[in-house]
């Protein structure tokens, strides 16, 4: 659908963004904006924001941003033209007619669906018949009830022995023209010039439906064991195009929706036995790999689709190829997990030996993409030699450059330089003995006077590094202050300061009650958190803080500040945290591997790491930009 800018800017502005986000989401005004829960990702606290001003909403969890036509797609799960067709409809807009050539297309595939809806229709009788017997004796064997097979419209078609035309004739005697057949890759027209015959012979048949749910194609499956192809699929038509569609895709697509998951299995019967046992969310590709454009699909319709495999090394090498195709993709928020299936087992198997609970276990933990990645990566590579290593390291790096997202790419990236940290730790044993192979500071293994520079070491500079909490737990100190007198302010941070690793064991109780409230629905005024924390038998705790003189610059922490300068006060206290940890976690690293080696390279890497730190450290806590609200000036 080819629209011009101006027709899109109008129909925009035709809508208030928050009213039809309103429709969906529960939005409480915030100023010039309204916050709500998100409806793209599963949270308990407000993160999600809608600016009518500026005709976009953005979730600070999740990343998801965009406009109306955005939000209708992405909450209803319809296609651009099917939402620009819905959003005109409410204002009495009229969508551009398309051109003639397009007319003409449309009508010649509203034709072809009508042709396969009557195939399918033809072929779900053929099963319920007398033909189809043991074709139903197998479903039902498989322990399908009525009600799946109806709703899955699984069909039967007629043929081996007993003939090659069956559905050609029977379409023929409706109407049905040889070319739209041929057109719908139901029948097969031979090269040599001979009769058309049917596709699908002697197969139990799985309608496959494009996202409105028309049947586009089918899947057949052999109930002869002497069939050679075991499972048949209809070939590429102007109707099916195999890579951009999957198998269930309607169905799921509104359970997806509603449960925020949608898990990727590899068969027609996984995904019926799975929706069957109460699990909806399921689709299938069909035959092939993951597509780019399939990968695309399932992100319209969760954030993290689940990719499931066989636990064999087939599976974990199908896994691997499909985290090829995503990398390259990966944006804000939007990701993969992967489950691997037990040993023999397949999702279809699993869930009726084991139960729906069993299987949704496996759902909910299944591993997110990281970690899969890494272990592709790291199994059974020997990591004894630095060559070795350095070869393991170039291979990472190598493979982490396809994401083409900059942000995303950092992180994995710097998540991996942690990784590999820990892999390549040395685990020698310091020893005062003469055990082969290890060395320690009496041993007079290893580079002359190793020993005796270790032993110093650990005397002088990296035996200093570990004064470095008082500076930390004072920051800590100021940013659960300002929670304590200003908690509206979690609610935007409410994951990052969950995240927080604290030294401070006592503000990490205070910061889990806060964290605990917002769980609860309890609400975030000074008064009930003050009653909250007395009720905890934390109120020294707080008391404490609100004594503490060396915090009193932090002016913006205390009660008498206003909300405005006191988040901004607590954005500038958190970034420096972050720094602060951040060059705290290089030093300790770098510190670690001179004592390992204790080399030229390592001595430059590990003082840089002092200087930055040490640097960050010392540095008085400058905080520019607020203080106006307060009727206070802040001076450097």
């Given at each position: 659908?080819?629209?011009?800018?101006?027709?899109?800017?109008e129909?925009?502005?035709?809508?208030?963004?928050?009213?039809?986000?309103?429709?969906?989401?529960?939005?409480?005004?915030?100023?010039?904006?309204?916050?709500?829960?998100?409806?793209?990702?599963?949270?308990?606290?407000?993160?999600?924001?809608?600016?009518d001003?500026?005709?976009?909403?953005?979730?600070?969890?999740c990343?998801a941003?965009?406009?109306?036509?955005?939000?209708?797609?992405?909450?209803e799960?319809?296609?651009?033209?099917?939402?620009?067709?819905?959003?005109?409809?409410?204002?009495?807009?009229?969508?551009?007619?398309?051109?003639?050539?397009?007319?003409?297309?449309?009508?010649?595939?509203?034709?072809?669906?009508?042709?396969?809806?009557?195939?399918?229709?033809?072929?779900?009788?053929?099963?319920?018949?007398a033909?189809?017997?043991?074709?139903?004796?197998?479903?039902?064997?498989?322990?399908?009830?009525?009600?799946?097979?109806?709703?899955?419209?699984?069909?039967?078609a007629?043929?081996?022995?007993?003939?090659?035309?069956?559905?050609?004739?029977?379409?023929?005697?409706?109407?049905?023209?040889?070319?739209?057949?041929?057109?719908t890759g139901?029948?097969?027209?031979?090269?040599?010039?001979?009769?058309?015959?049917?596709?699908?012979?002697?197969?139990?048949?799985?309608?496959?439906?494009?996202?409105?749910?028309?049947?586009?194609?089918?899947?057949?499956?052999?109930?002869?064991?002497?069939?050679?192809?075991?499972?048949?699929?209809?070939?590429?038509?102007?109707?099916?195009?195999?890579?951009?569609?999957?198998?269930?895709?309607?169905?799921?697509?509104?359970?997806?929706y509603d449960?925020g998951?949608?898990?990727?299995?590899?068969?027609?019967?996984?995904?019926?036995?799975?929706?069957?046992?109460g699990?909806?969310?399921?689709?299938?590709?069909?035959?092939?790999?993951l597509?780019?454009?399939?990968?695309?699909?399932?992100?319209h319709?969760?954030?993290?689709?689940?990719?499931?495999?066989?636990?064999?090394?087939?599976?974990?090498?199908?896994?691997?190829?499909?985290?090829?195709?995503?990398?390259p993709?990966?944006?804000?928020?939007?990701?993969?997990?992967?489950?691997f299936?037990?040993e023999?087992?397949?999702?279809?198997?699993?869930?009726?030996?084991?139960?729906?609970?069993?299987?949704?276990?496996?759902?909910?933990?299944?591993?997110?993409?990281?970690?899969?990645?890494?272990?592709?990566?790291?199994?059974?590579?020997?990591?004894?030699?630095?060559?070795r290593?350095?070869?393991l390291?170039?291979?990472?790096?190598?493979?982490?450059?396809?994401?083409?997202?900059?942000?995303?790419?950092?992180?994995?990236?710097?998540?991996?330089?942690?990784?590999?940290?820990?892999?390549?730790?040395?685990?020698?044993?310091?020893t005062?003995?003469?055990?082969?192979?290890?060395?320690?500071?009496?041993?007079?293994?290893?580079?002359?006077?190793?020993?005796?520079?270790?032993?110093?070491?650990?005397?002088?500079?990296l035996?200093?590094?570990?004064?470095?909490?008082?500076?930390t737990?004072?920051?800590?100190?100021?940013?659960?202050?300002?929670?304590?007198?200003?908690?509206?302010?979690?609610?935007?941070?409410?994951?990052e300061?969950?995240?927080?690793?604290?030294?401070?064991?006592?503000?990490?109780?205070?910061?889990?009650?806060?964290?605990?409230?917002?769980?609860?629905?309890?609400?975030?005024?000074?008064?009930?958190?003050?009653?909250?924390?007395?009720?905890?038998?934390?109120?020294?705790?707080?008391?404490?803080?609100?004594q503490?003189?060396?915090?009193k610059?932090?002016?913006?922490?205390?009660?008498?500040?206003?909300?405005?300068?006191?988040?901004?006060?607590?954005a500038?206290?958190?970034?420096?945290?972050r720094?602060?940890?951040?060059?705290?976690?290089?030093?300790?690293?770098?510190?670690?591997e001179?004592?390992?080696?204790?080399?030229?390279?390592?001595?430059?890497?590990?003082?840089?790491a002092?200087?930055v730190?040490?640097?960050?450290?010392?540095?008085?806590?400058?905080?520019?930009?607020?203080?106006?609200?307060?009727?206070?000036?802040?001076?450097?």
């Amino acid at each position: 659908m080819a629209l011009s800018p101006q027709f899109l800017d109008e129909l925009k502005h035709r809508f208030t963004l928050s009213d039809v986000v309103g429709r969906t989401v529960k939005l409480v005004r915030r100023g010039r904006e309204h916050t709500g829960l998100c409806p793209f990702h599963g949270e308990k606290t407000p993160s999600f924001t809608v600016n009518d001003q500026k005709g976009f909403y953005h979730c600070f969890g999740c990343g998801a941003h965009g406009g109306v036509i955005d939000f209708v797609m992405g909450t209803e799960g319809l296609t651009f033209p099917e939402t620009i067709e819905k959003l005109a409809g409410e204002v009495g807009m009229e969508v551009p007619k398309p051109s003639r050539e397009q007319v003409e297309r449309d009508k010649k595939r509203s034709s072809l669906s009508e042709v396969m809806e009557m195939v399918t229709t033809w072929y779900e009788a053929q099963l319920q018949g007398a033909v189809g017997a043991s074709a139903l004796s197998y479903v039902r064997g498989r322990g399908l009830r009525s009600d799946t097979i109806t709703s899955f419209r699984l069909g039967y078609a007629p043929g081996g022995r007993a003939g090659r035309t069956h559905l050609k004739d029977a379409m023929l005697a409706r109407g049905v023209t040889e070319d739209q057949l041929i057109e719908t890759g139901m029948v097969i027209k031979p090269e040599s010039g001979g009769e058309s015959y049917d596709r699908f012979r002697d197969r139990l048949m799985f309608p496959i439906a494009d996202r409105q749910g028309r049947i586009i194609a089918f899947g057949g499956r052999a109930l002869s064991s002497d069939v050679k192809a075991k499972y048949l699929n209809s070939p590429e038509t102007s109707l099916f195009h195999k890579g951009a569609t999957l198998y269930n895709w309607a169905n799921a697509r509104q359970a997806a929706y509603d449960t925020g998951q949608v898990m990727v299995v590899e068969g027609y019967m996984d995904v019926i036995a799975l929706a069957e046992a109460g699990i909806p969310y399921c689709v299938a590709p069909l035959g092939t790999a993951l597509t780019e454009e399939q990968i695309a699909h399932l992100w319209h319709m969760a954030d993290e689709p689940i990719l499931s495999f066989d636990g064999d090394n087939a599976g974990r090498r199908a896994a691997t190829r499909a985290m090829d195709r995503a990398l390259p993709m990966l944006q804000p928020g939007k990701s993969l997990r992967f489950l691997f299936m037990p040993e023999g087992e397949d999702p279809d198997t699993l869930v009726r030996k084991e139960g729906k609970t069993v299987l949704e276990t496996m759902i909910d933990t299944a591993d997110p993409l990281v970690s899969v990645l890494w272990q592709s990566l790291t199994d059974g590579v020997a990591v004894d030699t630095p060559e070795r290593r350095a070869g393991l390291e170039k291979a990472i790096f190598i493979k982490l450059a396809d994401i083409q997202d900059e942000n995303i790419k950092k992180l994995y990236q710097g998540e991996f330089r942690d990784r590999l940290y820990q892999l390549f730790r040395p685990q020698k044993k310091w020893t005062a003995g003469h055990e082969k192979g290890k060395y320690s500071p009496r041993s007079g293994h290893g580079r002359k006077g190793q020993g005796l520079a270790t032993g110093l070491l650990a005397k002088t500079m990296l035996g200093r590094s570990r004064g470095v909490e008082p500076v930390t737990i004072m920051i800590e100190r100021i940013l659960l202050l300002c929670l304590i007198n200003h908690p509206a302010i979690l609610l935007k941070y409410t994951e990052e300061v969950a995240a927080l690793n604290l030294v401070d064991e006592d503000l990490g109780q205070i910061r889990n009650l806060l964290i605990q409230m917002i769980d609860d629905e309890i609400s975030l005024d000074r008064e009930h958190v003050q009653h909250q924390i007395s009720e905890s038998g934390l109120a020294h705790v707080a008391g404490k803080l609100m004594q503490d003189k060396a915090l009193k610059g932090d002016w913006f922490a205390y009660p008498e500040a206003a909300l405005g300068d006191a988040e901004t006060g607590f954005a500038h206290t958190m970034a420096r945290y972050r720094h602060l940890t951040s060059a705290r976690s290089d030093y300790l690293r770098a510190e670690a591997e001179y004592a390992a080696d204790m080399t030229e390279e390592n001595q430059e890497r590990f003082f840089a790491a002092q200087q930055v730190f040490r640097a960050l450290e010392e540095k008085e806590a400058t905080i520019y930009g607020y203080g106006i609200e307060s009727n206070k000036v802040h001076e450097a």
